[in-house]
Antibody, heavy 117, light 112 residues
Framework: QVQLVESGGQLVKPGGSLRLSCAAS????????MNWIRQAPGKGLEWISY????????YYADSVKGRFTTSRDTAKNSLYLQMNNLRVEDTAVYYC??????????WGQGILVTVSS | DIVLTQSPDSLAVSLGETATINCKSS????????????LAWYQQKPGQPPKLLIY???MRESGVPDRISGSGSGSDFTLTISSLQAEDVAVYYC????????FGQGTKVEIK
């Protein structure tokens, strides 16, 4: 069955960098669009990025454009989110999610990223 | 960018009664070439990832009880939870996939 497992979350100082990973199983990344979504503590869901089934296109929300980069490794069947120049307001649970016919049908459990001095 | 506005932000409903959540889009989510509305609904319980309930505005995901339904077209959509159960206490989000992606701000459903 489809499984998505995020990793890499930790406490980081403002201005720092972090790379999140999302290991997929039960399906091939090369057949589906994949998304990153985040949720600040006590807040709603915020879509931040997606990557197409062939690796393109890649789009970002304005809040992370120029700082975050989405990529994937089809050999490892894994999705990545490189986060640079992190800000306090980037503190959130980060989810990876798979699309099926453009809507999100499977989500990981999420990983917490805390940006604090 | 498409902005989704949900109403109300929260509501309290008695067990067995009906909860109605609205989602209004800043532009139409109806793609004329296939007559589909690019809107989904998700349920999120504390400490859990969101769960898909409805896609294409009115298609129920497998395993979702038929007392949960979606309706609407264009820019105005509704999620209806009939005969509310204790297990329905959650935050509900609408989500558009017409252009890029975005979520509504969420509606918290509680028991009165």
């Amino acid at each position: 069955q489809v499984q998505l497992v995020e990793s890499g979350g930790q406490l980081v100082k403002p201005g720092g960098s972090l790379r999140l990973s999302c290991a997929a199983s039960g399906f091939s990344l090369s057949g589906y669009y994949m998304n990153w979504i985040r949720q600040a503590p006590g807040k709603g869901l915020e879509w931040i990025s997606y990557i197409g089934s062939s690796g393109i296109p890649i789009y970002y929300a304005d809040s992370v454009k120029g700082r975050f980069t989405t990529s994937r490794d089809t050999a490892k069947n894994s999705l990545y989110l490189q986060m640079n120049n992190l800000r306090v307001e980037d503190t959130a649970v980060y989810y990876c999610a798979k699309e099926d016919d453009q809507f999100l049908d499977h989500w990981g459990q999420g990983i917490l990223v805390t940006v604090s001095s | 960018d498409i902005v989704l506005t949900q109403s109300p932000d929260s509501l309290a409903v008695s067990l067995g009664e009906t909860a109605t959540i609205n989602c209004k889009s800043s532009q139409s989510l109806l793609y004329n070439s296939n007559n589909k509305n690019y809107l989904a609904w998700y349920q999120q319980k504390p400490g859990q990832p969101p769960k898909l309930l409805i896609y294409w505005a009115s298609m129920r995901e497998s395993g979702v009880p038929d007392r949960i339904s979606g309706s609407g077209s264009g820019s105005d959509f509704t999620l209806t939870i009939s005969s509310l159960q204790a297990e329905d206490v959650a935050v509900y989000y609408c989500y558009q996939y017409y252009t890029l992606r975005s979520f509504g701000q969420g509606t918290k459903v509680e028991i009165k």
